[in-house]
C-alpha cells in the first residue's frame, strides 16, 4: 500500500509541477498577483508530495519489502540499518527520486524564505525550476518507477554492492546532488533574468546565498567522493580523472567562476551577460553530468546501469534545456551589457582573469572527458583520456590562476596601484622563495614542477595571510573587534582562498612524493618504506554481519621504534559475491601510510599474502583544504548582508516591459 | 557587441548534443576499447581449477608453446556465453583448436553444473572468482574471447558473444591468426 501512495504522490508532484510551470510565469506578464503568488502553493506542495514519496521508498528499504523490485535489487535483510536507509539512494531510480526530491526542495526554500524578491522575478524563477521538474519527474514516472512491484516476491534480496556499502558513500549522492541540482535555482534566476531582459546589482545579491550554499555542497560532495576513492576503494589514489568524477568537477569549477563573477555583476553592474552564462552553463554541465552517469555514453568505473532508452530520454531533456536557454541567451544577453568602466589593472580585471582561466580548465576537461567520444565519430577510432593529459593540461592552466588569485584581493575596484601592492607582497615573495628552497632541500629532488607548484601554494598562503592581515590590522590594538566588524563574507574569501592553497600543497606532496611497493609477504616478512619498517604477522579468519573478513595485522618500526600496528582486511560478501579492500593506514599530517592486502598469490602460495604499502605525504591537507573550502563558503552564506537590508533595485530608466 | 558572439555557447551545446545522441543511437558500445594487449605477452597470471570439476586450473606457463589456442572468459551466470558455448565448442573440434578458459566471478558450484549441463571443451579452466585476473586481461564484460599465438603473444581480443555475426567476425580474425603462425 505504502509504495502505491508514493507513487501517487510523485504523480500529484507532477500535476502541481505542471501547474507551477504556466501560472506563475503567465501570471508575471498579465501582472496578476494572484497568479504569481500560486508559485509559492505549488512550489511547497510539490516539495512536500515529493518529501512523502522519498519517505515511502525509504520505508520500503527499512521494513525490506520484497515485493519492490528496486528493494529486491538494492537491499538485503541482514544489511545494517544504515546502508538500508542509504539504499534508497544506491540506485538508478532512488537517486532520481532523490534529485527530483532536491529539485523540489530548492524550488520550496526559494518559494518559502526568499521575502526580499519581486513576485514577479520569483514567480517566473519558480516557474522555469518547474519546467525542469516536469521533465524529470515525467523521466521518472515513464522510464524509472522506482515503486515498480515484482511477483512473486523472493525471499531475500540481492544486496547492495558492498563498494557502496560505506559512510562515505552513504552520505556522498545526497551532498553531490545537493550541489550539483542546488544549481538549478541559480539556473531559474538566470533564465528568469532573461525572460525578464534585465540583471543588476540587486539580482546578483539575490542568486548569491543559493549560488554559495551549492556551491558549498559540490565541494564537500567531490571531497567525499576522492576520500572514499582513497580508503575504499584501496586504490592509493583520491582522483583518477575518471568521467563520472570530471563531469562532478566540471560544474564545481564553473560554479567557481559563477561566484566570482556574481561579485563583479554585484559590486560594479558589469559582466552581466558572462555572469548569467555561467550560471546556465554551471547547471548545463550538472545535466550533463547526469547524463553521462546514466547513459551509459562513457566507460567509468562508477556508472549506473546502462539503458539507451533512459540515455534518450535524458538527452531530449538536456537538449530542450541547455539549447532552449543558451538561445535565449543568444537572444536576450546582447542587450545586457554596459555598467563599470575598469582599467587594465583592477580588482574587475584580476577576476576576469580568474575567469578566463578557469573557464579555460573546465573547457579543457570537457574536451578530455569527450574526447573519446569525438574521435569515434569522427574517425571510428577508439581511445580512453586517462591522467596523462589532464595533468598535462590542467597543471599549466592551474598554477598560474593561484598566482593571480594571491595578487587578486590586494587589487582594489576600478584602479588598482600595482607597484604598491607590489612592494606590499615584497616581503611575502622573499619568504615564500625561501620556503621554496627549504621545500626543494627536504624534497631532496623530485620533479621541478612539484618544486615550483609547492612555491606557488606557499605563494597564496602568505599572500592571503597578508591580504587579512592587513586587512584586520591584526598587529595593532583592537584587532579583535575589528575581525568581528568585518563582513563575514571577507573572511569566507580569505578562509576559501586559503583552504585551496592548504589543498594544493596536499595533492602536491601526494602525487609528487608518493611512494608505492608492492610485494609477496609471509608471516615475518620486514618491507621498508619511507623511513619505516612494516613487519607482516599473520592473517586471521573475522565474521562480519554480513560478510567474513581475512584480517591482517602488520607491526610497524621506525629505526627500530615500534610505531604501530596495522590491521588491513579482504571482505567477501557472499550474498552480493563480492569482495572488497579495506585498507588501514596511519594517518599523520606529515602523511599516511597506507597499507592493503590482496588475496593469496595463488600458485603454490600457501601462507604467502600480496602486500601493498603506500607512503602518500601530507595527502591529510587535501582533506584539511576542502574542509576551509566549505567552511569559507559557510561563513561567507553567513553574512548578515545576505540576509538583512534587501538590496532596492533601482528605479530603471527607460522602464519597457519585457514581454 | 557583436550578435553572433553571443550564439557561440548555443552552437558549441548543439555540437556537443549532436556527438551525444551519435553516441547513443548507433548500438557502440562504449567499453569496447581496443585491449592494450594486442601483440603483448599475455599477462602473468595463474588460477586454480574450478572446485569440483576435473579440469585442470590455467596459468601463463600453459598458453606458451601449445600451437594456436583460444581464451575464452565465461560465467555460468551470463546469458550470452551459453548461447556462445555449442559454437565455441563445434569451432575447437572442426578446426583442431585447443580452447581453455577462465571461468570469471563464478560460484565453483555453479560453473559445475553449467558445464555438466552444456559439456566441457576446455582443455584446461581457471576459475579467477575475485575478478583479479580478469583485471590483468582487461575483460569488460563476459563472455570474452582471446586469440593467444604459439609464443603466447595476445593476437586478438572478442569482446562478446561468437554467434551470428559475431561468429563470421571472430573467423575471420582467427583466419588471419592461423595465416600469421
Redo the contacts between chains.
Keep these: 500500500m505504502i509504495p502505491e501512495l508514493g507513487q501517487f504522490a510523485i504523480a500529484l508532484a507532477l500535476i502541481a509541477a505542471c501547474v507551477q510551470s504556466v501560472l506563475p510565469i503567465v501570471g508575471a506578464a498579465r501582472r496578476n498577483t494572484l497568479w504569481m503568488a500560486s508559485a509559492q502553493a505549488t512550489a511547497v506542495l510539490q516539495a512536500g508530495l515529493l518529501i512523502f514519496a522519498f519517505g515511502a521508498l525509504m520505508h520500503a528499504f527499512i521494513v525490506s519489502d520484497f515485493t519492490v523490485r528496486n528493494v529486491v535489487e538494492n537491499s538485503h535483510s541482514l544489511k545494517p540499518m544504515l546502508y538500508k536507509v542509504a539504499g534508497t539512494w544506491g540506485s538508478h531510480e532512488g537517486s532520481l527520486l532523490l534529485w527530483v526530491l532536491i529539485l523540489a526542495l530548492f524550488g520550496a526554500a526559494v518559494a518559502v524564505m526568499a521575502t526580499n524578491i519581486p513576485l514577479a522575478l520569483k514567480a517566473r524563477t519558480l516557474s522555469v525550476q518547474a519546467w525542469i521538474s516536469v521533465g524529470f519527474l515525467s523521466f521518472m514516472i515513464l522510464t524509472s518507477n522506482p515503486f515498480d512491484r515484482v511477483f512473486p516476491p523472493p525471499l531475500d534480496g540481492q544486496d547492495l554492492n558492498p563498494l557502496l556499502q560505506d559512510f562515505g558513500l552513504a552520505i556522498h549522492p545526497p551532498l553531490l546532488y545537493i550541489g550539483y541540482v542546488g544549481f538549478s535555482i541559480v539556473f531559474s534566476f538566470a533564465v528568469a533574468a532573461l525572460i525578464e531582459g534585465r540583471v543588476d546589482p540587486a539580482w546578483a545579491r539575490w542568486v548569491r546565498p543559493w549560488t554559495l550554499a551549492a556551491w558549498m555542497a559540490l565541494t564537500g560532495g567531490i571531497a567525499l567522493g576522492s576520500w572514499w576513492a582513497y580508503y575504499e576503494l584501496g586504490w592509493g589514489g583520491w582522483w583518477f580523472w575518471d568521467p563520472v568524477e570530471n563531469v562532478s568537477f566540471m560544474p564545481w569549477l564553473a560554479g567557481t567562476a559563477l561566484l566570482h563573477s556574481a561579485i563583479v555583476t554585484e559590486k560594479r553592474d558589469t559582466f552581466k ?1 558572462w555572469t548569467i ?1 555561467l550560471a ?2 554551471t547547471f ?1 554541465l550538472s545535466l ?1 553530468g547526469t ?1 553521462i552517469v546514466r ?5 567509468s568505473v562508477h556508472a549506473f546501469a546502462v539503458d ?1 532508452e533512459r ?2 530520454y535524458i ?1 531530449g531533456l ?2 530542450v534545456s ?2 532552449g536557454s ?2 535565449l ?2 537572444w536576450r ?2 542587450a545586457m ?1 554596459g555598467g563599470g568602466l575598469f582599467a587594465p589593472i583592477s580588482r574587475e580585471a584580476g577576476l576576469l582573469i580568474n575567469n578566463l582561466l578557469i573557464a579555460t580548465a573546465c573547457a579543457t576537461v ?1 574536451f578530455g572527458t ?1 574526447y573519446p ?2 574521435l ?2 569522427v574517425t571510428g577510432e ?3 583520456v586517462g591522467p596523462p593529459f589532464f595533468n598535462a593540461a590542467f597543471i599549466p592552466i592551474t598554477l598560474p590562476l593561484i598566482l593571480v588569485m594571491g595578487l587578486g584581493p590586494h587589487l582594489s575596484w576600478k584602479r588598482a596601484d600595482l607597484p604598491g601592492v607590489l612592494a606590499r607582497l615584497k616581503w611575502i615573495g622573499v619568504t615564500v622563495l625561501l620556503g621554496t628552497l627549504v621545500v626543494a632541500w627536504v624534497a631532496d629532488g623530485g620533479p621541478l614542477l612539484a618544486v615550483i607548484s609547492m612555491g606557488i601554494a606557499l605563494w597564496l598562503i602568505g599572500a592571503t595571510v597578508q591580504d587579512w592581515a592587513r586587512r584586520v590590522k591584526l598587529l595593532q590594538s583592537g584587532a579583535w573587534a575589528r575581525i568581528k566588524r568585518q563582513p563575514r563574507a571577507a573572511h569566507g574569501m580569505s578562509m576559501a582562498h586559503l583552504g585551496l592553497a592548504v589543498l594544493m600543497v596536499g595533492a602536491i606532496g601526494a602525487s609528487a612524493w608518493k611512494t608505492d611497493t608492492v610485494s609477496f609477504a609471509e608471516a615475518g616478512t620486514t618491507v621498508p618504506i619511507a623511513g619505516f619498517e612494516v613487519t607482516f604477522e599473520g592473517i586471521e579468519q573475522v565474521r562480519g554481519p554480513n560478510y567474513i573478513a581475512q584480517v591482517a595485522t602488520l607491526n610497524v618500526t621506525r629505526d627500530g621504534a615500534f610505531v604501530t600496528q596495522l590491521f588491513p582486511e579482504r571482505r567477501v560478501y557472499p550474498v552480493a ?1 563480492a ?1 572488497t579492500t579495506e585498507s588501514d593506514i596511519r594517518q599523520t599530517l606529515a602523511g599516511d601510510l597506507y597499507v592493503s592486502i ?2 593469496p598469490a ?2 603454490n602460495a600457501e601462507g604467502l599474502w600480496t602486500l601493498r604499502l603506500i607512503y602518500e605525504p601530507l595527502v591529510n591537507f587535501l582533506w584539511l583544504g576542502s574542509f576551509m573550502l566549505v567552511l569559507g563558503g559557510a561563513l561567507s552564506l553567513s553574512d548578515r548582508r545576505l540576509r538583512v537590508g534587501a538590496p532596492r533595485r533601482a528605479a530603471p530608466l527607460n522602464a519597457t516591459p519585457a514581454e | 557587441m557583436n550578435r553572433l558572439v553571443f550564439a557561440v555557447p548555443f552552437a558549441l551545446a548543439v555540437l556537443v548534443l549532436a556527438f551525444g545522441y551519435w553516441g547513443l543511437s548507433n548500438g557502440r558500445d562504449p567499453s569496447s576499447i581496443p585491449s592494450a594487449l594486442i601483440s603483448q605477452p599475455v599477462p602473468d597470471f595463474a588460477l586454480e581449477p574450478i572446485e569440483g570439476v576435473d579440469t585442470p586450473g590455467l596459468s601463463t606457463a600453459d598458453l606458451k608453446g601449445q600451437g594456436l589456442t583460444l581464451v575464452n572468459v565465461f560465467a555460468s551466470w551470463c546469458g550470452p556465453c551459453r548461447a556462445e558455448h555449442p559454437i565455441l565448442t563445434r569451432i575447437g573440434r572442426e578446426q583442431d583448436l585447443r580452447i581453455v578458459a577462465i571461468n570469471y566471478k563464478d560460484q565453483p558450484a555453479a560453473a559445475a553444473d553449467w558445464l555438466e549441463e552444456l559439456g566441457n571443451p576446455y582443455a584446461l579452466i581457471g576459475s579467477d572468482l575475485s575478478g583479479r585476473t580478469g583485471i590483468e586481461w582487461g575483460v569488460t564484460g563476459v563472455p570474452e574471447t582471446f586469440i593467444v599465438s604459439n609464443d603466447g603473444i595476445v593476437l586478438h581480443r572478442f569482446p562478446g558473444p561468437v554467434v551470428g555475426d559475431g561468429q563470421r567476425r571472430f573467423q575471420k580474425a582467427l583466419d588471419a591468426a592461423k595465416a600469421a603462425q
Design positions: 551577460a552564462l546556465i552553463l548545463s550533463l547524463f547513459s551509459g555514453l562513457l566507460t539507451p540515455g534518450v538527452l538536456l537538449a541547455i539549447l543558451l538561445a541567451f543568444a544577453a546582447p551589457e570537457l569527450l567520444l569525438f569515434e565519430a577508439k581511445i580512453s559475491q569482495t590482496a588475496e595463488a600458485e
